[in-house]
């Protein structure tokens, strides 16, 4: 019998959005508060979205599938920049923001056409096939999102699927951009810090790092969030599967194959220009048929 981690510490509030796949923000205090937790929507960081928009548009990216809409904030961004996007998330608790901000703006086409979803990633290619067409130019999986998948077995076996339909929803010349955050930094110093790439987290608080080793292996980082502002003030556990570096570049060479090409960024810079980063962004090719 296989014991995961996940079921020796309690990581995820109650609830299942999507068969197979718990839902960290069923209980919808996380989605509550998100919108606070990520400021103006205008003042994402210049870097992050000149970034983004900058790089697919130097690949030629016309159709984009985010897979971790969350509240739509990403999605948003791209349609209003011109690109045709379908979007998914596995809690609806998320997703009723992202389509409350299409219904708002149904009257503006490229809205009209945006594509919202409930989604799993391990069914995901299934659940979305009649969007799919001839596959999309990009699939995008960012701020720290694909961490929330755990590994219920101890062998990495669903990170493996869920980048497996990653890469099969891409069209040959397609490029994935999938992030995590440092978690060789944040397993050798035990914190984390409450500055985002992504957000203005003037109102992040706290954040309480925790790590459950199990078997001798890092299985775990648990995340309690105090956000305050707005009259408000909320506190809630957000739980990661730590992917440490080394491991997540092999999987990745694993999924596309050692020859895709593969660039590496720190905090939305090259290496080079960035020291211990917060972020790791990867940027993976899939290569020609």
Same mark, same amino acid.
């Given at each position: /019998? ?12 109650? @609830?299942? %959005?999507?068969?197979? +796949?718990?839902?960290?923000? !069923?209980? $919808? ?7 606070? #937790? ?12 000149? #970034? ?17 809409? @969350? *509240?739509?904030?990403?999605?948003? /961004?791209?349609?209003?920049? &011109?690109?045709?996007?379908? %979007? +998914? ?8 923001? !992202? ?11 490229? #809205? ?22 001839? $596959?999309?130019?990009? +699939?995008?999986?960012? &701020?720290?999102?694909?961490? =929330?998948?755990?590994? @219920? ?5 669903? =990170? ?12 040959? &010349? ?17 914190? *984390?810090?409450?500055? %985002? ?6 109102? *992040? ?17 648990? /995340?309690?969030?105090?956000?305050? &502002? ?26 596309? %194959? !050692? ?6 960024? $720190? ?21 020609? !048929?």
């Amino acid at each position: /019998m296989t014991t995961s981690a996940d079921s020796v510490f309690v990581a995820r509030s109650d @609830g299942i %959005s999507a068969e197979g +796949v718990r839902d960290q923000y !069923a209980d $919808g205090k996380a989605a509550k508060v998100w919108e606070i #937790f990520i400021g103006d929507k205008n003042s994402r960081t210049d870097n992050y979205k000149n #970034f983004l928009i900058d790089m697919l548009r130097n690949k030629g990216c016309k159709r984009v599938l985010d897979v971790a809409c @969350g *509240t739509g904030v990403d999605s948003l /961004m791209l349609v209003e920049e &011109g690109f045709e996007v379908v %979007s +998914v998330d596995a809690s609806d608790k998320m997703l009723k923001y !992202a389509l409350k901000e299409r219904w708002a703006r149904r009257k503006e086409a490229v #809205f009209d056409k945006w594509v919202i979803e409930e989604a799993n990633w391990l069914t995901l290619y299934d659940d979305i096939q009649e969007h799919i067409q001839d $596959g999309f130019d990009a +699939v995008i999986c960012l &701020g720290n999102s694909f961490a =929330h998948l755990m590994d @219920g077995f101890g062998d990495q076996r669903e =990170h493996k699927q869920a980048i497996g339909n990653f890469e099969k929803c891409l069209k040959p &010349g397609g490029v994935l951009l999938i992030d995590h955050r440092n978690y060789d930094n944040i397993l050798e110093t035990g914190a *984390t810090p409450a500055k %985002s790439i992504y957000y203005n987290t003037s109102h *992040t608080a706290d954040i309480k790092t925790s790590v459950l080793f199990y078997c001798g292996k890092p299985s775990l980082v648990s /995340m309690d969030y105090l956000i305050a &502002g707005n009259k408000l003030t909320s506190e809630f556990r957000l739980s990661y599967y730590p992917h440490e570096l080394k491991r997540f570049q092999e999987i990745l060479a694993e999924i596309f %194959s !050692a020859k895709a090409k593969h660039q590496l960024y $720190g905090d939305f810079k090259e290496m080079s220009q960035v020291k211990n980063p917060a972020f790791y962004i990867h940027l993976i090719e899939k290569p020609q !048929a």
